[in-house]
């Protein structure tokens, strides 16, 4: 499986997604500041991966600390979680590992454990939401394969594969799941401008698995809709507000409108560190504004007359109205959302 991420002795080694397709090298993190910056400048990217770097980046911010006594040592957590939260605004994972970090350091200080006890309660836990994250996007996969035919042509958007969380990933781990049940499945990748991690990585991860992989730039997605040329939509997500409102990389809004358009089921994988029911619908989601660089420079050529404005929003919300479903490692999920997903948070009853 894709080595997304993981802790090689006192570091935190990452992939440099930035690098893809052209070179595989690998970035070695030995500060939890070195840990943010890789998650602000997209080294690590897709919602549960940074869920991912940001627990291990606070386990070894905590673990490389020289203060002594638990006051002191929770302090210095507290500004780490705060140089963790100030990376990327969008992708509730993010939060939801920082804030189950300051659950255990807080159970393990309670506790009257030592200083060392911590650091390693705080190192396990980060390894622990690795793996279940590995765990979720197997179940979910699993889940989702149900709803892929055999013969499928699935449309996706920007890459929530191995990359985008800590292995298998979550709307590729549907098509994984399904070309592992013995379903023929045929892949059109939206390049996803301006970033292209749809071209660059999702392409690249399924060539690998020997699955069928067709790269479309994001224009073209009405038009292949339009022919019959795509049977289902499945892409990841960001953050899923309590209603089903969806963020997710721009231009998913777009293809979910074409989608409904032409009667294909728009689909959203995603594990449920996803859902942030405290977040009552999409209009509430921060929507993260990148460097307008990214629009107007390929590498070193310039694309835009200088004097033109720029707008990079990296995210779009797509209302839940368009979902046919939300696939989770607790099951598939449909409308009414309000209702489903808060029982999908409570452990939740599989509706499909
Ligand atoms: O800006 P990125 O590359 O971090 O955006 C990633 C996405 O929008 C993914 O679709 C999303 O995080 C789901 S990843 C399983």
Redesign the pocket.
């Known amino acids: 499986m894709l080595p997304t991420i993981d802790w090689h002795d006192d570091a935190i080694v990452m992939i440099d997604q930035r690098k893809l397709p052209g070179a595989e090298v690998y970035v070695r993190c030995r500060t939890a500041a070195e840990v943010a910056r890789a998650i602000k400048t997209?080294v690590i990217?897709?919602?549960?991966?940074?869920g991912v770097a940001a627990a291990m980046g606070l386990a070894l911010g905590v673990r490389r600390s020289k203060v002594t006594g638990t006051a002191k040592l929770a302090a210095e957590f507290q500004k780490l979680c705060e140089l963790m939260a100030a990376t990327?605004p969008t992708?509730v994972n993010l939060f939801w590992a920082i804030e189950r970090m300051k659950r255990t350091f807080a159970a393990a200080a309670q506790a009257g454990l030592s200083v060392d006890e911590i650091k390693d309660r705080l190192q396990a836990d980060a390894r622990a939401i690795h793996d279940e994250d590995v765990a979720a996007c197997r179940a979910l996969g699993h889940f989702g394969a149900e709803l892929v035919p055999q013969d499928a042509r699935v449309l996706t958007?920007?890459?929530?594969?191995a990359l985008?969380?800590a292995g298998y990933?979550?709307?590729l781990g549907v098509i994984r799941a399904a070309a592992e049940q013995g379903k023929r499945v045929a892949v059109f990748a939206d390049e996803t401008r301006p970033?292209l991690?749809g071209a660059r990585l999702t392409a690249w991860e399924l060539v690998r698995d020997g699955i069928q992989t067709t790269v479309i730039t994001d224009s073209m997605a009405g038009s292949l809709m339009r022919d019959g040329r795509i049977d289902l939509v499945v892409?990841?997500?960001?953050r899923i507000a309590a209603n089903g409102d969806v963020a997710?990389?721009i231009g998913t809004y777009t293809v979910a409108v074409l989608a409904k358009e032409h009667n294909i089921p728009f689909y959203v994988a995603?594990p449920v560190s996803t859902i942030d029911l405290s977040t009552p619908d999409g209009a509430q989601i921060p929507i993260e504004e990148r460097d307008r660089r990214e629009i107007t420079h390929l590498g070193s050529s310039q694309l835009t007359p200088e004097g033109a404005l720029i707008r990079n929003p990296?995210?779009d919300v797509t209302p839940s109205r368009l979902v046919s479903a939300i696939i989770t490692e607790r099951g598939v999920f449909r409308s009414p959302y309000t209702e489903t997903l808060a029982l999908a948070m409570q452990g939740g009853a599989t509706t499909s």
Do not use: L, W, Y
Not at 157 to 161: E, F, L, Q, R, T
């Open positions: 997209m990217r897709g919602a549960p991966a940074i990327r992708a958007h920007c890459n929530a594969g985008a969380t990933g979550s709307a970033f991690q892409v990841g997500a960001d997710n990389k995603a990296a995210f």
